[in-house]
Each structure stands twice: as structure tokens, then as C-alpha cells.
């Protein structure tokens, strides 16, 4: 498949401007810069004409370099577009949620990435994954090339007497390299290694989390939907015993779910192999007994002071602006006397959704600060009509 042809696949041109974030544009950024490095690193340390060793080294970084970006993109700009949900005025696929960032549905979606701009699903779960994978071999195969080059370019530099270490930068080796190592050299080499080791660390540990979830034939959610499930019958002892459906029995199995040689996964996202014991809609059923639950338990709450919706308010206090939730949720402002049914919090933030006061289809939930509320005397949440409308 040409590695162009990710950019001919746009539904809408629109879609070009998922780029124009941070996410995309730190992820980017560190792959541009580590493997510029590294290719410059490698002219240096180890030219590829002069030995075959070299010439598989340079290809194996720019293949590293293909692959990445061929997956990156592809988990970018796959769209899992389904069925319409509460939000989007129709019905919901299973295993399909809304995303509140892309504003639509996506077929078996495990989460919003912020590095890619958009939603982990169906389409692009295995692009996704593989990406994952291939970023922390290719910074690894960096951060060697970077070691090395530092190692062989201050070797002869450096000159060791009793009580000090001298470095110069300026000495003439045997061998002259094609590009000079200097010190502004040196010192990319050295942001460029620190790049390349937090990124091995930080996404291989994510790679990680993924193929637990897949190699169980879950997403994300799905496997908190599982948890909660299992606290809901234990809070209630109802003697149910919940099976997840859509575990084939093996981890090879559940596998080939998502990763094929075509690239493309199993199934159309809308109907799936499920347990002799459960049915399409199994895990739909356990959500609705799950919200119907949440909306017995939310706690109501009236705004006694104003919010604009800031991420970090420092009129709300130091503490509630340092402790501010690290996520995209939103944020939802508040005037005072609005009523809030809240779900869950921490000391210094709420997460709930706004009663509002006319019909409406819209639902405005996200965080707000906790010092901005204050617990109704008489609790309503359970028994409020309008939070009949938030089933979804």
C-alpha cells in the first residue's frame, strides 16, 4: 500500500485540520526530531558507504522512520464512523460510543488519544497498536546511534588529569567525519537521547496496556464497564454472574480480532462473535443497569459561587487550580443557583451533569470546582425527571 495513500482517504478536507493540536504536533515534533538526529548522528559515527554494517544501520533507521509515521497517520485519520447515538439523535451500534472530542460515534471505540487527535477504534485499533510498538524500537535503535556517536566523538577529546576532566571540542582525530561534531551537535544529540528514552518508556508502557486489553478481546472501556459490573452485583447482591461476551477463549483468537494481513479487522463493527452464553446486545444491557445505577446514586448540588469554565481558575484558590483534573474532559461553567447532579470527584474538583431548565437535547456535563457548590438539604437526583433523559 503507498504510504501517500493515507492522505487521499479524507472524507472531508477538514480532517487535515486534526493536525492543528498539541497532541499531533508534540508527536510529531519528537519523531522529527529524534530521527533528524539520528540520521545525522549515524553520517558521523557510522558512515553507510564505508561498511555494510553502516549500510544496514541507516536503512534500518529510515525504515524505523516509514513505519512509524505510515501507522501514526493511518491511527489518525482511519474514521470509525457507526450508527446514531443519543446525542446524534438515532440508535448505537454494540461495543460503539460517542466521543465527545470528535463529536460522533465510534464502532468498538477503546479511547480518545490526544497524540493522534482522535478516537482508538474499530478501523484503526491495529494501526494504533502498531505504532505503539514500532516508536519505542525505533527511539531505542536512536538512542543507541546517539550513545555511540557522543562515545566516539569525545573519546579522543578528552583528557584526564589528577584532579580534572578537559573536553575539546576542537581536537583532530585520525579520521575526519563528513559532518563536524560539535558542541551545538553535542548537545542535540543529548536532547534528542532524552527525547528518545522517555519515549521508549512512556509508549512501550502503553503498548503494554493495549495488547492486555486486546489479547482479552476488550477496549478500554469495555474492561471498566467490567469492573463496574462485577461492584454493581457485589453492591446488590443480586446474584447475577456477568460474562463478558465477546472473549473467544484464547488470546490467539482474540488476537486475530484486530490484527490481519490485509490490515483490516475482522468483522464490520456492528455485529460480533460473543460467548454461548451472551448475546449482541450483553454489554448494552449491563450499561443501561450501570447509568440507571449512577443516576440513583448521583448527589445533588447548587452553585453558590460563578465558574467560567477555566481549566485552571486561580480565583477558585491555589490548591483547586494546582490540582486541576489531568484530562480532556471538559469543563462546564456554572452561574449561580444552577443545579448539578454529580457522579464523582476528587477534594478539590466534581465531575456531574447541569440540570438544565428548558428541554434540551444537548447534555452539558464535564468538572467544575468543588468550592463552587455547596449539597442540596433534600436530595431530588434519583427521582428528577430530567435526569430520565440522560440514559445515554
Known amino acids: 500500500m503507498n504510504f501517500l495513500s493515507t492522505f487521499v482517504t479524507f472524507q472531508n478536507l477538514h480532517e487535515v485540520r486534526r493536525l492543528c493540536h498539541w497532541g499531533p504536533i508534540i508527536a510529531l515534533s519528537v519523531i522529527v526530531i529524534c530521527s ?46 457507526c450508527h446514531w447515538c443519543f446525542v446524534c439523535q438515532g440508535y448505537k451500534a454494540p461495543r460503539s460510543h460517542h466521543c465527545r472530542k470528535c463529536n460522533r460515534c465510534v464502532m468498538k471505540m477503546d479511547h480518545h488519544c490526544p497524540w493522534i487527535n482522535n478516537c482508538c477504534g474499530h478501523m484503526n485499533h491495529a494501526y494504533f497498536t502498531s505504532f505503539l510498538l514500532l516508536a519505542p524500537l525505533g527511539c531505542s535503535h536512536a538512542a543507541i546511534i546517539f550513545i555511540m556517536t557522543m562515545y566516539t566523538q569525545l573519546y579522543e577529546r578528552i583528557s584526564f588529569g589528577w584532579s580534572t576532566v578537559k573536553i575539546d571540542m576542537s581536537a583532530v582525530r585520525q579520521f575526519q567525519p563528513l559532518m563536524p561534531f560539535s558542541v551545538p551537535a553535542f548537545a542535540a544529540s543529548l536532547f534528542a537521547l532524552g527525547l528518545a528514552l522517555g519515549t521508549t518508556i512512556a509508549v512501550g508502557m502503553l503498548f503494554f496496556i493495549q495488547m492486555k486489553v486486546i489479547l482479552r478481546n476488550k477496549t478500554s472501556i469495555e474492561s471498566w464497564i467490567e469492573e463496574k459490573a462485577k461492584d454493581r ?19 490467539w483468537l482474540n488476537f486475530k480480532q ?29 450499561q443501561l443497569k450501570q447509568k440507571a445505577d ?31 483534573p489531568c484530562t480532556e474532559e471538559p469543563r462546564i461553567p456554572l452561574n449561580k443557583g444552577d443545579t448539578i447532579l454529580a457522579t464523582r470527584g476528587t477534594k478539590w474538583w466534581m465531575y456531574g451533569d447541569k440540570v438544565l431548565k428548558e428541554e434540551h437535547n444537548k447534555r452539558v456535563r464535564g468538572w467544575f470546582p468543588r468550592r463552587c457548590v455547596e449539597k ?3 436530595d431530588t437526583a434519583a427521582s428528577d425527571s430530567t435526569s430520565d433523559k440522560k440514559a445515554n
Open 36 to 81: 533528524t538526529m539520528a540520521i545525522v548522528d549515524s553520517i558521523i559515527w557510522y558512515w553507510p558507504l564505508d561498511t555494510t554494517g553502516g549500510s544496514i544501520n541507516f536503512i534500518m533507521l529510515l525504515n524505523w522512520t516509514v513505519l512509524i509515521l505510515y501507522n501514526y497517520f493511518n491511527a489518525m485519520f482511519d474514521d470509525d464512523i
Open 233 to 251: 452485583i457485589q453492591h446488590y447482591q443480586t446474584g447475577e454472574d456477568f460474562t463478558f461476551p465477546y472473549d473467544l477463549g484464547t488470546r
Open 376 to 378: 442540596c438539604h433534600y
Open 294 to 324: 449512577k443516576r440513583v446514586r448521583s448527589v445533588q448540588y447548587r452553585a453558590v459561587e460563578d465558574y467560567n469554565g477555566a481549566c485552571c481558575p486561580l480565583s477558585k484558590g491555589f490548591q483547586t487550580f494546582f490540582r486541576t
Open 258 to 286: 484486530v490484527f490481519t494481513w490485509s490490515g483490516t479487522p475482522k468483522g464490520d463493527g456492528i455485529e460480533w462473535p460473543v460467548h454461548p452464553k451472551c448475546h449482541q446486545h450483553t454489554l448494552t444491557i449491563e
